[in-house]
Nanobody, 125 residues
């Protein structure tokens, strides 16, 4: 089993920044693709960003490109999502996820096997 715990969410004003962290334990962290997803009330869970097991490739939802950065520290078994220039529409519960998957599936919810409990991000106008 892989256990994922998110942290770093909170309330921030529009234009501000937050850094989310996802600490992993259990199976070998570095062998998994890691993703960040978010879900607003009444909406489907959507892909935000992902990073390959080797950190050689990153992927982003179009609306966050240039604002968000995903990176990982395999030595600490932690993946991060740096969020800058936050907008009210970024408000959601953010989840980290892990899975053994290939490039073609990184933006999809279902291929990820392990999920954290989520951390709330609220961006005020």
């Amino acid at each position: 089993q892989v256990h994922l715990v998110e942290s770093g969410g909170g309330l921030v004003q529009a234009g501000g920044s937050l850094r989310l962290s996802c600490a992993a334990s259990g199976r070998t962290f570095s062998s998994y693709t890691m993703g960040w997803f978010r879900q607003a009330p009444g909406k489907e869970r959507e892909f935000v960003a992902a990073i390959s097991w080797s950190a050689g490739s990153t992927y982003y939802k179009d609306s966050v490109k240039g604002r968000f950065t995903i990176f990982r520290d395999n030595a600490e078994n932690t993946v991060y999502l740096q969020m800058n220039s936050l907008k009210p529409e970024d408000t959601a519960v953010y989840y980290c996820a892990a899975g053994a998957l290939t490039t073609g599936w990184v933006t999809h919810v279902r291929p990820y096997e392990y999920w954290g409990q989520g951390t709330q991000v609220t961006v005020s106008s």
